[in-house]
């Protein structure tokens, strides 16, 4: 596509519900990140997929945060159990030139 | 560790420049990028500079880069009242591709 998509655009959600967060790429770009942004502060990284190589997952928060990516397509984000303290906005951007989608904004209720 | 930082606040009036200043500590940072949020809106990557350059000169936007201070800034030069937004500089580091970003400049342009 033109931009990266990013899906849903809000989800309000029960504190101990899953949620899955969607980016689909730019076509053709190998490489897609995630981050998370808190109200009020920067962005941090949660995750990185290059290709098929192993993803750097340096930045997931907990073992309740998970992603996926099959190839080059469409990553899922899945926050399990989610707590208060996850509620920010879920960005994913993708290479090269970091174009960023306009976010998931989760809120946990 | 790698640490990107930037002021918080700055205002200026219709017109003048801004500067906005970002200092980051990896040293084998190979990228530096300003990107712009709007209220509500996602990132916009504005410019970015690769670490041998030390100037980049884009239109209304002015990076420079001292690798030597790790201290990398944006002019916007006759600043609108449409550039009002956060700014957010980001390092990438040399050892990895992720992006580190700084906490965000908070930009008012007062008329």
């Known amino acids: 596509g033109a931009g990266v998509s990013q899906s849903p655009s809000n989800k309000v959600t029960e504190k101990g519900k899953d949620v899955e967060l969607r980016c689909d790429p730019i076509s053709g770009h190998t490489a897609l990140y995630w981050y998370r942004q808190r109200l009020g502060q920067g962005l941090e990284f949660l995750i990185y997929?290059?290709?098929?190589?192993?993803?750097?997952k340096s930045g997931l928060p907990s073992d309740r945060f998970s992603a996926e990516r099959t190839g080059e397509s469409v990553s899922t984000l899945t926050i399990q159990r989610t707590q208060q303290e996850d509620s920010a906005v879920y960005l994913c951007a993708s290479s090269a030139g970091y174009t960023f989608g306009s976010g998931t904004r989760l809120t946990v209720v | 560790g790698e640490d990107v930082e930037q002021s918080l606040f700055l205002s200026v009036r219709e017109g003048d420049s801004s500067v906005i200043n970002c200092t980051y500590t990896d040293s084998s940072s190979t990228y530096l990028y300003w990107y712009k949020q709007e209220p509500g809106a996602g990132l916009q990557l504005l410019t970015y500079i690769f670490s041998n350059m030390d100037m980049k000169q884009d239109q209304r936007l002015t990076v420079l880069l001292n690798k030597k201070d790790k201290h990398l800034s944006l002019r916007i030069a006759d600043t609108q009242t449409g550039d009002s937004a956060i700014y957010f500089c980001?390092?990438?580091?040399?050892?990895?591709?992720?992006?580190?970003f700084g906490t965000g400049t908070l930009l008012a342009v007062q008329p």
């Open positions: 980001a390092e990438k580091g040399g050892a990895t591709n992720k992006l580190i």
């Open positions: 997929f290059q290709g098929n190589s192993a993803p750097d």
